[in-house]
């Protein structure tokens, strides 16, 4: 079946730093989408990428689609306390009618003030 | 607009057992997916609903049912629990098709 693999697994910074986490999916992905999680928390939606090699931003995030659409990335610039969390990765694919998202097992980023 | 809730929030049950997890979609939404969540993973897919009918599922036996309700509402079954069972319960609905899914905060079940 289809795998989602994130690294790194954890990532600790120190406030100012960048951040990335990486996103590798066995199958062609019809989209990803991108979650953060907070310790304790459920995890949030923060963008969906459907297009091959599409790039997108928010504030400091910068959100990467391949040209294969297999793989993925998210970078943080300029880190701050508030982006501590897990991050995740879902592929989507939809075959038919059975649509499924498969989570990858996330990036822990611990920022150090 | 309300989010995604679901109850209850914690829940003990004995090995063997049956339980039933609720969850109210956020309005508007009329898809609703359940996942579970182990400790220190990333969420799984248990399976997908949509105007009532499952329309995706993940790798997981039939001990786990669902259903949808008219009013987008949905609940999840797990019978004859095991202690894998174990985990926090994600509920997430969206608009259909390829929306982001807004999740609940979960249930955590335990089973003993």
């Known amino acids: 079946g289809q795998q989602v693999m994130q690294i790194p697994q954890y990532q600790h910074v120190q406030e100012g730093e960048d951040f990335t986490t990486y996103c590798n999916s066995s199958t062609t992905l019809s989209n990803i989408q991108w979650y953060k999680q907070r310790p304790g928390g459920h995890p949030v939606f923060l963008i969906q990428?459907?297009?091959?090699?599409e790039v997108k931003k928010q504030k400091r995030l910068t959100f990467q689609f391949g040209e294969a659409k297999k793989n993925s990335s998210l970078h943080i610039t300029a880190t701050q306390t508030t982006d501590v969390g897990t991050y995740f990765c879902?592929?989507?694919?939809?075959?038919?009618?059975?649509?499924?998202?498969?989570f990858g097992k996330g990036t822990l980023l611990t920022v150090n003030p | 607009e309300t989010g995604v809730t679901q109850s209850p929030t914690h829940l003990i049950k004995t090995r063997g057992q049956q339980v039933t997890l609720r969850c109210s979609s956020q309005?508007?939404?009329?898809?609703v997916s359940w996942y579970q969540q182990a400790l220190g993973q990333g969420p799984q897919f248990i399976f997908q609903?949509?105007?009532?009918?499952?329309?995706g599922r993940g790798n997981f036996p039939p001990r786990f049912s669902g259903l949808q309700f008219p009013n987008y509402s949905s609940e999840l079954n797990v019978n004859a629990l095991e202690l894998d069972d174990s985990a926090l319960y994600l509920c997430?609905?969206?608009?259909?098709?390829?929306?982001?899914?807004?999740f609940g905060s979960g249930t955590r079940l335990t089973v003993v």
């Open positions: 879902a592929g989507a694919n939809s075959g038919g009618s059975n649509y499924k998202l498969t």
């Open positions: 309005s508007g939404h009329n898809t």
């Open positions: 609903y949509y105007r009532e009918e499952e329309n």
């Open positions: 997430a609905s969206n608009l259909g098709g390829f929306y982001g899914y807004t």
């Open positions: 990428l459907v297009k091959s090699g």
